[in-house]
């Protein structure tokens, strides 16, 4: 009993001036780093990305990140339109890849993989389709500026002509 006693008498004033260190907390850091926090925060996306329910392909998966990344790099540039995503399930890291609407485009995409990653295999999960989305829209933005300038310029003519008249 005596030793705890005589060990806590130590320890206490030790703690105590622990405690009363600088408050909060310092963090020290590169300015390069704030500027593209900054950066970062002010950049507007390309694209829209929207989520639907589609396809994927699982090629590869490993405990070991650099190894899934390696097979990534190898298939991008064997198919560099085909998106690639990493995701991480402990403690696996899986390569998966494609945004496929339907199981048909994925069915015909993995007969291309069959040599490669045999033991690859299609999965139903979320999908992003960001290309489709923005291609509708430009299309549509694109139409509403025709109407907007054909517009403009049958109101133009139609003041040029009553200007003559007078």
């Known amino acids: 009993m005596k030793n705890i006693l005589t060990l806590s008498l ?3 004033p030790f703690f105590l001036l622990c405690q009363e260190e600088e408050e909060g907390l310092v963090i020290i850091q ?5 500027s593209l926090v900054k950066k970062r925060a002010t950049t507007k996306p390309t694209h829209k990305v929207v989520s639907s329910e ?3 392909l699982q090629l590869v998966y490993s405990t070991k990140k650099d190894d899934v990344n390696k097979e990534r790099i190898k298939f991008i540039k064997k198919f560099p339109k085909i998106e690639t995503y990493v995701q991480y399930d402990a403690p696996l890291f899986f390569l998966r ?3 496929f609407k339907e199981k048909e485009d994925a069915e015909k995409f993995s007969k291309e993989l069959l040599k490669k990653y045999p033991e690859h ?3 139903k999960t979320s999908i992003n389709l960001p290309f489709e989305i923005e291609k509708k829209d ?3 933005s694109k139409k509403k500026n ?3 300038n054909k517009e403009k310029k049958s109101a133009n003519n139609k003041k040029k002509t009553i200007t003559k008249k007078k």
Not at 30 to 34: G, S
């Open 10 to 12: 130590i320890l206490l």
């Open 146 to 148: 025709k109407k907007k």
């Open 138 to 140: 430009t299309l549509d």
């Open 121 to 123: 295999f299609i999965f």
């Open 30 to 34: 590169d300015d390069k780093i704030e």
């Open 97 to 99: 890849v494609g945004d």
């Open 54 to 56: 589609g396809f994927r």
